[in-house]
């Protein structure tokens, strides 16, 4: 290679490494931090997993801390990191209810809540070990209980808007949802969350329009929150059809062969999608959920060739529901019957991923768990019931001590 080449070449990777540091310089100079701490609102549904960056950070600062205080000002602050390294959470390995300090992971200077729950509403601060804050957030985590749910087909509509002087409070809705189903009738939904409009906020508190936060806000006075508590988050219904993408014709070909055959005898059967076997008591509830699903995905579920619609089997349309499907897209089944038996699809985003294979038998050996919720509620209920037999057994052999020694107390004359 010829000297006016190699000098070409470094002075190419010299550039290459000068645009890299400036790059990295310009991570944390885009955004400075305010002189003045400032929250920044955010809302989200019970349930549902968020990410909270840390959008301004001092360049010599090596790593962040996140704090949690449930208002401003509280004595009590939790810090949301292990200062020995934390090891990263999946979203997967969170089940609901949890605490908070298993349910959160930081990556990027981010911090990512699992299964958010109205407990977590509060202030979270982006800062040093010191208790230096550099950014601030406003969550408000609104609950899923007693949602309403508007069906757009039946001819239903969301809330009217709602005014009290110079409040005004209303439902912000979401971007719909992909079509749940493809090739066949599907439902897409968006949900609402309640706002309000006051000019009695906060200054402290950012917001993306003028005098406007989410109704659970801190930046909301306490005089105006219980006007506001009865507004309930919405989820907006409504049909869709969508062709489903186009797969290789050669192998969907070689699979009805395949199946073709199977009836025969010769192979086995072959499912589209992979399938779990579970096998369930007669009379046992169950909680089916879809693999890799979020709260905020469209979700559906099939029972063998019956596609269990939302309008029909969303909880809360009929109080009185056996199977039914909940704001998070699980599948309950409660008192497990023998017509439950068959093939439980799953649709994740508008394509058919998973099937449970489900048998119900009412015979047996089964050894008790306390995992279990009826053998839980069968150990509780023997305990109280001891603990109640005892306390009567020992007031009643108090009272005829106390009787016994009135009656024969002796007398003493003067």
């Known amino acids: 290679m010829s000297l006016a080449h190699t000098t070409v070449l470094l002075w190419a990777w010299g550039s290459l490494q000068a645009f890299e540091i400036v790059e990295k310089e310009n991570i944390f100079l885009k955004t400075p931090c305010p002189a003045f701490l400032m929250f920044d609102n955010a809302a989200y549904l019970a349930d549902m997993s968020f990410e909270l960056p840390c959008h301004c950070k001092p360049e010599e600062v090596p790593a962040v801390v996140w704090y949690y205080q449930k208002h401003v000002g509280s004595s009590h602050t939790k810090v949301l990191t292990d200062f020995d390294g934390r090891v990263l959470t999946e979203a997967a ?39 230096e804050y550099f950014y601030a ?30 409040l005004h409070v209303f439902t912000t809705f979401w971007e719909w949802t992909p079509c749940d189903r493809c090739g066949v009738r599907g439902e897409q939904w968006r949900i609402g969350l309640c706002y309000l409009r006051s000019p009695d906020l906060s200054p402290r508190y950012l917001r ?22 009865d507004h309930m988050p919405e989820l907006l219904v409504q049909s869709c059809l969508v062709p489903c993408e186009k797969k290789n014709r050669f192998r969907e070909s070689v699979l009805a062969i395949y199946n073709y055959v199977s009836k025969v005898g010769s192979k086995p059967w072959v499912p589209k999608v992979p399938i779990q076997f579970h096998q369930q008591r007669l009379g046992h509830g169950l909680i089916i959920s879809c693999p890799g699903a979020r709260p905020e995905h469209a979700v559906a579920w099939d029972k063998d060739h019956q596609h269990l619609y939302r309008t029909q089997y969303l909880k809360g349309v009929n109080r009185s529901m056996r199977v039914f499907i909940d704001h998070g897209n699980q599948l309950h089944i409660r008192f497990t019957q023998l017509s439950d038996r068959g093939i439980y699809y799953c649709w994740r985003q508008g394509v058919q991923i998973a099937g449970f294979r489900l048998s119900v038998t009412s015979r047996g050996h089964y050894p008790a768990s306390l995992s279990d919720p009826e053998t839980r509620a069968a150990v509780e209920l023997t305990l109280i019931s001891y603990l109640l037999i005892t306390a009567i057994f020992v007031t009643v052999h108090l009272c005829r001590c106390c009787c016994y020694s009135f009656r024969f107390r002796p007398m003493f004359s003067p």
Do not use: H, W
């Open 93 to 131: 390995q969170v089940r609901v209810g949890s605490d908070m300090l298993v349910r959160f992971s930081i990556r990027m200077f981010s911090l990512l809540v699992f299964r958010a729950q109205p407990e977590d509403s509060g202030l979270y601060f982006c800062g040093t070990r010191k208790g």
């Open 208 to 229: 993306t329009q003028s005098d406007v936060v989410s109704c659970g806000s801190q930046a909301v006075p306490r005089r105006l929150r219980t006007t506001v508590r």
């Open 137 to 166: 957030y406003d969550v408000d985590i609104q609950s899923n209980e007693g949602m309403v749910a508007t069906f757009k087909d039946m001819g239903q509509k969301p809330f009217a808007d709602e005014y009290y002087g110079n």
